[in-house]
C-alpha cells in the first residue's frame, strides 16, 4: 500500500485563487450564502461577505468589495503576492534542481 503526498497548501490556495477569478470573470449572485454559520443561524459571522468581497476586488469593484467586507482588498493583495512568492520560490527550486 503506497501513500500519497497530500497536496502543498500553496496549491490548493492556487486553485481557489483561480475559482475566485472564474467567478469574478462570470459573475456571483449576491445571494449566494455559503457560510455554514449563517445558514444555521441566520446571523453574520466575522467573516461573512469575504469571499464577495474578494470577488467584487478581482472585478475591480472596489466600493462593492469593501462593502461587503472591509478586509477583502487586504486579502487579495496579500493572498495574491503570496502565491506570487510561491510560484517564484518553485521555479528557483526547479531550476536548481536541474543544475
Request: with cysteine; aromatic share 8%.
Amino acid at each position: 500500500m503506497t501513500m500519497r503526498r497530500p497536496l502543498p497548501f500553496s496549491v490548493v490556495a492556487g486553485a481557489a485563487w483561480l475559482l475566485c477569478a472564474a467567478q469574478a470573470a462570470c459573475g456571483v449572485g449576491a445571494s449566494l450564502v455559503l457560510c455554514p454559520f449563517r445558514l444555521l443561524t441566520g446571523r453574520r459571522c466575522p467573516g461573512c461577505g469575504m469571499g464577495h468581497a474578494v470577488v467584487a476586488a478581482m472585478r475591480g469593484d472596489w466600493a462593492a468589495s469593501f462593502h461587503q467586507h472591509p478586509l477583502g482588498i487586504p486579502l487579495l493583495i496579500v493572498w495574491t503576492a503570496w502565491l506570487a512568492a510561491e510560484a517564484l520560490r518553485a521555479a528557483r527550486s526547479a531550476d536548481k534542481s536541474r543544475s
